[in-house]
């Protein structure tokens, strides 16, 4: 029983005591006096009474009642009833209420108990009233019994009752109710307590059943019906998640309601913080408070509300929530949240089902006020069930006895539940009000309730209905019948009888004062009954107290499928699987599942299937594997890891715990390394969260396992820490439940045991985790104190626990925060002393919770230390050890395939290649697999930089990417800081990007030390920008490879890339003293200067003039005999004998040509005085002295004066070149024609110089050379060029193509006069004027700005708008951006790639060069001669020179015709390959500009709209444009003639001084290999003769060039051939790995193999297959040139004969008899040899003769190798010739034979000699025409007995015995030639 009031309380108004015009509350009397010895009486009622403040009335107001609650410090709760009338004030009083004496003067009067009547009316004006309250106070809510009661008294009092007033209070105090759910209230008597005041009254007290459900009377459904549904569910989560919320009424008793009413709602929670239903306007500062509060205001008090930033204010009156902008409410998880809305709504609003109904129902029973306020609050109860459904599995039982302590693992409740990332779940499982919910409820052993109920044994029911409106709302209402019936359990003997005071009695004038009431009487009652219920049993709950029901397991709230890794049984056998062949040892099958399993283990199922297959694995807490099983366990457990949150809500750290600690690896004797050490970086282990819920679930196993019968007990070590066990087995809470049933009964010894048995078993398990948190927070090289938990956790645990912070941790805390991680700086933190902290301060928590005593937690305290400790030492043998292991996880390092005299400079780093974004070339959008990142090493060689590698996928197999590009290359490199696809650790990386479109995105592997990458990146550099162009590969090469002559000092066998270097210095040396001694006579470096073994042969070197100054070269000097062997040199230049080819004279007018020649070759630049950067020779209008040229030069930059190149065949018309103009020059000429100055000066004279050399040139042109000098151009139309013209491939009928509208004005600056045509093709030869001039200057615009050309000049000016070279390095930065990004794309797929292609200009500046070109090939088709004057005359003048020549002649573009072309308008007229290529550190800063590859940009363009025009094929074109800038070749090294012949390169390229292996010239590397394969043959090639090509030239015409994007990572770049070839394939039987041989099937990845190899086309195939089966014959293979030469001549053939004189087949072509074959010269490697060959395999004789190379050669022409016969057998002529040596070699007689069986001419020493000297192959001779006699001809031999045999390599002088033989031998040649 219990008292119904513990206090009666009279306040009355006082006046205040500062003197202000409040008045406050003063006590009068308190019943009883003393306070009740459980119950002090609470403080600060008089401020609750009155909550607006004490204050005088004017008049009389009704009595008003509400309940305050006050909170005492014990967190208990009193019920304040509060009855507040009005009584009249005294006149004294009301005169000096504000005095002292005045209060004692009322004083006095109490006292005497004598009350002064007024004696005025109540009417009187003026007159005041004072409030006085009533008040109760009890610790029961029995609001409707204080009203009564106090309305009572009043009415006593007011009615003046013959009752007394002390006896009603009296009985009142006294009065006492049953306890809720007291014995479960068996009788009406005990349940409902009827009492009475004495009064003639009767009230019955029901007794709610169970106290634990709160009462709420109608205050539920009165807050919906003020607020609506959203807002109460606002204010619903946001006192659940622990935000402010305020209440303002003009109603007190509507504020007490409205708080009751949203505290029922929180059932089961219990709401614990400030709660204050009213409060007194006094202590409104209590709103500021930090905590959270629900607090109800008067309305009046709005206005001092208004500034709280952070507290929501619900306004009962105005019906509206207000949420700041600060606050975010979270709102309950979906479904829940619809749902609730839903219900809500049909309870609330019955009628909203119906509203549409056609037919309603005519009445709707609405439920009372009261029912609809249970309704509403079982809404919320189920809303509570399906929230915390199966909560209980989620407890752990850390004690049982002396008292049960209990723990929530909120993760896995979170987990289970599927809300990981749910707010408002997150918040409500943090708050306060479920930390008591926890302690409360987890109790295993108690009194159950409703809640308990529904969620034992609703679930199902609630998951059924979910979707059933009418079947839930069935629920609902059951649900609220009982909650009703809890709080009305009898209604039937609910009657009241009190009496009440007469309506208006308060406006009565009452008869007195309230009466001062006798403290004695009152006392006296008190005492009685108090003595009366001693000796009466004490009060004792009966409470019936069960085992609590733990409902079905946990579901997730809202089935979702967790996308892509929904786990099929599929993905789980497929793991299951895996980890069965890494235990039976079959480790290929593993690797070939792994990939899967990784991908699987996404899943939360696969996860946790990973975790239970691996237990099954371990014995006796250990497993020892070996390396391999141990990679592949470490790696699936830190892909399980890797998604795991801090929290690990999935329960999978905790389950691998257990298995990181077993599973092990011997490393060496006595040294195991476990799996912990392999998984450690990984944030879940730096979680205090994470470790508490382990170590709870640990010890609640343990503990369990103590009171089960060791029989029941089967799984004693149920390490997996769930709280879940078996279904046939008992849970820990059963087992806890039990004990505490037990535990009344058992014994104090026992009781005490049990206590310390667990005690034990919690301090066991702290040592324990104590061990497992060092295995897992000790890295394995605790040297390293860069921690990555250490950043990641570590030193933020202080703050990460949510749990109370004791004592001893918060100093510690303190000490550490003094930095921003947390811990002190890093290099001083000693990462022992960080772990130890966080050890100590997780020890110290769960030490506390769990009750261990002080002793044992001091020993602990000392222990942790020594454990980290001990663990360190472990590691540091672990570390040690697993250093020294060969790294077997790792790929074996796969060594490069190095060119010969290729030398490894720095051996492999081992690095990840990431991808960089170019995805088609790994897979992507082409196909296959993804290639990147790939694992390996990064090689740097003298030549190239290499990385070779595995892809770190394992589905990829066992594919090998390499990518290289040579060093010199390299255009930027770049450092940037990467995660390493494996570990994602962050490493340090680097960037290559070449220019040979390649790309390097390297990170280093932990390995690889930042010295190392440091080392790496400096010998990059060194190799990049040697000092010298000596110190390029393709100088380094041939040193150490030439051999054959004795040398100075002994030869170094293999030098090194040291001796190297020291080689180098030593030459720098000797240069800086060569410059102090060579002064008079300028000697080039021999070659002992050359950073090469030194040699004695000095002959090749050339005499040049040390005084370089123009000024000192007299042009007409006499020829030095040294100067006559230059001469003789410069003669077997290319351009001279292109020279000759077009008739654009020889060296000597006095030889044979005759003077009316037009032009002649001027030797006036053969010492390279007047222009160092063009050639020796140069030809010049034959009317032109030479020293004239000088004076000419000087118009020109670089002194590059304009001359002749080109002559067209058929209109005569030249092609010259020139540097751009000086100030002065034509530009001056045009300015000052007309008005010649009288002294003339020098540049005056140059001007005149020129304007005599340009009119000669002019002169030159037959068809100018008439007196009129003019022609107009009428007769060609468009019929007749198109006669000589060929328009792009594509062809269109009536499309005659143009350079399109802007061509006139832009090229030509003045307007088009023809139509503007389609696709950029030239429009008709008549578009620049209806008058040709003789000569198009064709001139930079800005150069010749504002000129008029005077009409009668008979040249003119074409100023046209070029762009830079600077412009050229910017757009090709940009294309290589574009086509090689360097970093995967944001939005990829081709847009991207278009918009940055556009975005480089690059097509752009090709469709200009081919623009001009085509303009220019116009004017010179249509007789003009055309001077290309462009910026200094060797960038974009050599391309435009260059383009023309190919498309006007069609020499040009066969094999040896390209190769001349770039020898001569390139290399001899000095485009500056070194600067544009920045080969040496000089060139550094001007960086890579792609002069060159532009050109040969413009060609494939070409190539490609004329596909049947060239002889080489496409990959000749990109050969040359990698070549070029690879300096494996000295072929484009250096600027200039000139500075190769300084360094003695120009003439070893004739064959006489050159090493035997290396070549050393492209062109002979690219004769060798074309001998052997038809790579850089077009089979497309059938040539119509005198073709002009004119292709399109827009934009929109033109093709990426497939050099820029494609990419072989099989090989690496396919362009080095020896390399690219790769080893041969074994046959099919022979394979290794044991697949079926009969398969001839291949998998080609396009993105991976070299396409045209793997699959070559059929011609090729068809050659290859020919070889094969000669050579399976027995037979040499012969070569695919004569084959594919005997197959055309077939054809020709059989289409004569068949009448078809068209190309109706490729092969039938009409190109000329004698230009049938490549003419390329190669010779054989060994019979039998196939396609893929070794360049160096031929091995000369040492033979000093001219042919020397040739003598060593085999049969060069298997045509006929069926006749086996004697060489004598084949000799079709014979006879003694003269034949000239190669350069600076005599004339010497020879036995030449003539073999027209073998298409040969072989020599010998002399008639009977066997052994054959050399062989000319009739195959590559040109022409055979009659010669001149040189210098050491044999004198007596007449002039007309000499003739030349002109090759495609070079012209042979013969001279034979007299005329007529000469003429027999001419004879016998040219029809061996025919016949063939």
């Not at 004006?125 to 019994?145: C, I, M, N, Y």
């Not at 809720?180 to 004495?198: K, W, Y």
């Not at 752990?396 to 990981?420: N, S």
């Not at 011609?1659 to 004569?1682: A, C, M, V, Y």
């Amino acid at each position: 029983m219990a008292r119904l009031a513990d206090y009666f309380v009279l306040v009355a108004f006082g006046p205040h005591p500062r003197g202000s015009g409040e008045g406050q509350g003063q006590i009068l009397q308190r019943f009883p006096e003393k306070d009740w010895e459980d119950n002090p009486f609470p403080q600060g009622i008089e401020l609750f009474c009155q909550p607006s403040g004490w204050q005088l009335c004017p008049e009389r107001n009704p009595p008003t009642f509400f309940v305050a609650v006050l909170t005492d410090i014990n967190s208990e709760r009193h019920y304040c009833a509060c009855l507040t009338f009005w009584e009249p004030v005294e006149p004294t009083q009301e005169a000096v209420c504000t005095t002292e004496d005045a209060v004692e003067r009322e004083e006095e009067a109490d006292e005497g108990g004598q009350v002064r009547l007024l004696t005025t009316t109540s009417a009187q004006a003026g007159q005041l009233f004072a409030p006085k309250t009533l008040v109760l106070v009890s610790r029961l809510d029995h609001a409707e019994v204080f009203r009564n009661s106090l309305g009572l008294i009043y009415a006593i009092h007011v009615e003046g009752l013959n009752v007394s007033l002390e006896n009603v209070i009296g009985n009142l105090l006294t009065c006492t109710v049953p306890l809720a759910g007291g014995s479960q209230l068996d009788s009406v008597e005990e349940g409902a307590r009827t009492i009475s005041l004495g009064a003639g009254d009767r009230q019955v007290i029901q007794t709610p059943l169970a106290d634990s459900l709160p009462i709420s009377r109608c205050s539920v459904a009165l807050l919906f019906r003020q607020l609506g549904i959203t807002n109460v569910l606002s204010l619903f989560c946001a006192a659940l998640t622990e935000h402010k919320v305020l209440f303002l009424s003009r109603s007190y008793q509507r504020l007490a309601d409205a708080c009751r009413g949203l505290l029922a709602l929180l059932f089961p929670l219990r709401y614990s913080f400030t709660y204050v239903p009213i409060l007194p306007a006094q202590l409104l500062e209590v709103l500021s408070t930090p905590t959270p509060f629900i607090i109800g205001v008067n309305a009046a008090f709005q206005a001092e509300t208004q500034e709280l930033l952070d507290v929501i204010v619900a306004d009962l009156d105005g019906g509206t929530v207000t949420v700041p902008e600060c606050v975010h409410i979270p709102p309950l998880p979906e479904p829940l949240q619809s749902q609730t809305h839903n219900v809500l709504s049909m309870v609330l609003d019955p009628e909203l089902e119906l509203a549409d109904l056609a037919f309603p129902p005519a009445t709707t029973s609405t439920p009372s006020l009261k029912m609809q306020d249970k309704e509403l609050r079982a809404v919320f109860l189920r809303l509570f069930a399906q929230l915390l459904q199966g909560y209980r599995w989620c407890l752990h039982i850390v004690r049982i006895h002396p008292e049960p302590v209990i723990r929530f693992h909120k993760a896995a409740f979170l987990g289970q539940r599927g809300l990981v990332e749910d707010d408002f779940l997150l918040k409500v499982l943090e708050g306060m009000a479920f930390a008591g919910f926890v302690s409360e409820r987890g109790v295993p052993y108690r009194p159950t309730d409703l809640f308990d109920e529904l969620v034992a044994h609703e679930v199902a029911r609630m998951r059924a209905d979910e979707n059933h409106p009418q079947r839930v709302l069935r629920h609902v209402q059951e649900l609220a019948e009982q909650l009703y019936k809890n709080e009305n359990p009898y209604p039937a003997v609910a009657m009241h009888k009190v009496q009440r005071p007469g309506e208006a009695s308060h406006l009565r004038r009452p008869p007195r004062p309230f009466p001062r009431l006798d403290e004695g009487t009152v006392q006296w009652i008190v005492d009685q009954a108090a003595a009366k219920m001693q000796g009466a049993p004490p009060a004792v709950k009966a409470e019936r107290r069960t085992t609590v029901p733990s409902g079905p397991p946990m579901t997730a709230i809202l089935e979702r499928c967790s996308g892509p890794h929904v786990n099929s049984a599929r993905r789980l056998e497929v793991v299951r699987n895996c980890i069965s062949y890494v235990f039976e040892g079959k480790m290929l099958e593993a690797k070939k599942l792994l990939p899967a399993v990784l991908r699987a283990l996404k899943g939360r199922a696969a996860r946790r299937c990973l975790a239970q297959e691996l237990h099954l694995h371990v014995q006796q807490n250990r497993a020892v594997l070996d390396h391999q099983q141990f990679d592949f366990v470490v790696r699936m457990m830190n892909c399980c890891l890797q998604d795991c949150t801090s929290l690990d809500e999935h329960g999978i750290a905790a389950a691998l715990l257990p298995l990181v600690t077993a599973f092990c690896r011997k490393l060496s004797p006595g040294v195991t390394q476990f799996a912990y050490s392999c998984v450690q970086e990984h944030v879940v282990w730096s979680t205090p969260q994470f470790w508490e819920a382990m170590f709870y679930g640990d010890v609640q196993t343990h503990i369990r396992a103590l009171y089960l019968e060791p029989s029941e007990d089967q799984a004693p070590s149920q390490e997996v820490g769930e709280a879940s066990s078996q279904e046939d087995q008992r849970s820990a809470l059963d087992v806890a439940s039990e004990q505490r049933r037990l535990w009344p009964t058992l014994s104090r010894e026992k009781q005490q045991e049990l206590v310390q048995k667990e005690e034990s078993t919690v301090f066991s398990q702290a040592i324990h985790y104590a061990n497992r948190m060092s295995y897992l927070l000790l890295p394995l090289d605790s040297s390293k104190s860069r921690l990555l938990r250490e950043r990641a956790g570590l030193g933020d645990l202080e703050s990460a626990s949510n749990s109370l912070v004791t004592n001893s941790m918060a100093g510690s805390m303190a000490e550490s925060y003094d930095t921003e991680s947390g811990f002190e700086d890093a290099e001083t933190c000693d990462v022992a002393g960080a772990v130890v902290r966080f050890i100590n301060r997780f020890v110290d928590k769960v030490c506390t919770e769990s009750g261990v005593t002080s002793d044992h937690l001091k020993g602990l305290h000392v222990m942790v230390p020594d454990i980290v400790q001990m663990h360190i030492e472990t590691l540091e043998a672990v570390h040690r050890e697993s250093k020294r292991l060969p790294p077997i996880q790792k790929p074996k390092l796969l060594r490069p395939r190095l060119l010969p005299g290729e030398e490894c400079v720095l051996d492999g780093l081992r690095v990840y290649l990431l991808p960089d974004g170019r995805e088609e070339g790994a897979g992507g959008g082409a196909g296959g697999p993804a290639l990147f990142p790939a694992e390996g090493a990064v090689f740097l060689t003298t030549y190239r930089v290499i990385f070779t590698g595995m892809p770190t996928d394992p589905l990829v197999g066992e594919q090998v990417v390499v990518r290289s590009f040579p060093v010199a290359a390299l255009t930027k490199e770049k450092r940037i800081s990467v995660q390493t696809p494996v570990d994602q650790l962050l490493q340090d990386g680097l960037q290559l990007r070449s220019c040979t479109f390649q790309l390097l995105k390297m990170a280093f592997d932990e390995e690889v030390g930042s010295d190392s990458a440091e080392l790496f990146r400096k010998q990059l550099h060194k190799l990049r920008y040697p000092p010298d162009i000596r110190g390029t590969f393709a100088f380094t090469l041939g040193s150490t490879h030439t051999s054959g002559r004795p040398s100075r000092v002994a030869k170094d066998k293999g030098p090194s890339l040291r001796t190297l270097s020291r080689n180098l210095v030593k030459n720098a040396k000797k240069t800086m003293v060569r410059q102090y001694v060579t002064r008079k006579k300028y000697n080039p470096p021999g070659w002992e200067q050359r950073g090469q073994p030194p040699y004695e042969d000095q002959e090749d070197e050339i005499s040049v003039s040390e005084e370089l100054e123009p000024s000192t070269l007299t042009p007409s000097s006499a020829l030095k005999p040294s100067d006559r062997m230059t001469m003789s040199s410069l003669v077997e230049r290319a351009c001279c004998r292109d020279y000759q080819r077009l008739g654009l004279g020889t060296l000597s007018s006095s030889l044979s040509r005759a003077k009316s020649e037009a032009f002649r070759i001027s030797p006036v630049n053969r010492m390279y005085a007047i222009c160092r950067s063009y050639p020796g020779l140069l030809i010049v209008p034959q009317s032109i002295q030479d020293n004239a040229l000088q004076r000419v030069s000087r118009c020109y930059r670089q002194n590059r004066f304009p001359v002749v190149c080109w002559r067209s065949g058929r209109s005569k018309a030249v092609l010259l070149r020139s540097g751009g103009l000086h100030g002065k020059g034509v530009v001056g000429l045009f300015k000052a024609q007309n008005a010649p100055s009288p002294g003339q000066s020098q540049a005056d004279s140059s001007s005149l110089e020129q304007e005599k050399y340009l009119q000669a040139v002019v002169s030159s042109m037959p068809r100018y050379a008439d007196a009129s000098g003019r022609n107009t151009l009428s007769g060609f139309s468009s019929a007749h060029m198109g006669s000589h013209g060929k328009r792009g491939s594509v062809r269109a009928s009536g499309r005659s193509g143009g350079l399109g509208a802007d061509v006139g004005s832009r090229l030509a600056d003045r307007d088009v006069l023809s139509p503007p045509q389609a696709n950029g093709a030239p429009p008709d030869p008549g578009f620049l004027r209806p008058q040709r001039a003789a000569l198009y200057i064709i001139g930079d615009k800005a150069q010749l700005k504002g000129l008029r050309p005077d009409p009668l000049q008979q040249w003119e000016l074409v100023p046209i708008e070029v762009f830079e070279a600077r412009q050229v390095k910017a757009s090709f930065k940009k294309l290589l951006k574009a086509c090689v990004p360097g970093c995967p794309a944001t939005d990829p797929g081709p847009a991207s790639f278009l918009r940055s292609l556009e975005d480089s200009e690059w097509l752009t500046q090709i469709h200009k060069l081919l623009q001009i070109s085509v303009l220019v090939v116009e004017l010179l088709d249509s007789g003009s001669s055309v001077l290309v004057s462009l910026e200094d005359g060797w960038d974009i003048t050599t391309q435009v020179v260059s383009l023309v020549q190919l498309l006007s002649d069609p020499f040009y573009r066969t094999l040896e015709g390209f190769r001349l072309l770039v020898e001569k308008e390139w290399l001899s007229f000095g485009h500056r390959f070194s600067h544009r290529g920045a080969h040496t550190l000089a060139g550094q800063s001007s960086g890579f500009t792609p002069v060159f590859l532009q050109f040969l940009d413009c060609v494939y363009q070409v190539h490609l709209q004329f596909p049947m025009e060239f002889e080489f094929s496409q990959f000749y074109l990109k050969f040359l444009g990698y070549h070029h800038a690879s300096r494996r070749f000295r072929t484009f090294l250096l600027d200039s003639d000139y500075e190769r012949i300084e360094l003695g390169l120009l003439y070893e390229e004739k064959g006489e001084r050159r090493g035997q292996l290396a070549c050393r010239s492209v062109w002979e590397y690219v004769e060798r290999l074309s001998k052997r394969t038809p790579v850089f043959y077009n089979y497309m090639y059938a040539p119509e003769d005198t073709e002009v090509l004119r292709p399109y030239s827009n934009v929109s015409n033109l093709k990426v060039w497939d050099f820029y994007t494609e990419e072989t990572l099989s090989e690496g770049p396919p362009y080095d051939w020896e390399l690219a070839q790769g080893p041969p394939e074994p046959p099919e039987e022979e394979r290794p790995d044991g697949g079926a041989p009969q398969s001839r099937r291949r998998v080609v990845w396009p993105c991976y193999d070299s396409r045209p190899r793997v699959q070559p086309d059929a011609i090729s195939r068809l050659l290859e297959e020919l070889q094969r089966l000669e050579t399976e014959l027995g037979r040499p293979p012969e070569r695919w040139k004569d084959t594919w030469d005997r197959v055309k001549a077939a054809q020709r053939l059989e289409g004569r004969i068949h009448g078809r004189g068209t190309p109706s087949s490729l092969l039938v072509s009409s190109v000329p008899h004698h230009r049938r074959s490549l003419g390329v010269y190669l010779q054989e490697g060994p019979v039998g040899s196939t396609l893929s060959l070794s360049l160096d395999s031929d091995q000369s004789s040492g033979s000093t003769t001219s042919s020397s190379r040739q003598a060593a050669r085999r049969s060069t022409s298997t045509l006929y190798s069926q006749f086996q016969t004697a060489e004598s057998e084949n000799r079709s002529y014979e006879g003694t010739l003269y034949k000239k040596g190669a350069f600076m070699k005599p004339w010497k007689a020879r036995w030449f034979v003539l073999d027209k069986t073998k298409h040969q001419l072989r020599y010998y020493d002399h008639r009977v000699d066997t052994q054959c000297k050399g062989v000319i192959d009739l195959a590559e001779v040109e022409a055979v025409a009659p010669g001149t006699p040189t210098m050491g001809a044999p004198k007596t031999v007449d002039e007309k007995a000499f003739f030349d045999v002109k090759t495609t390599r070079r012209v042979y002088n013969f001279c034979a015995q007299d005329v007529p033989s000469a003429q027999q031998w001419v004879d016998r040649i040219q029809s061996c030639l025919s016949d063939a």
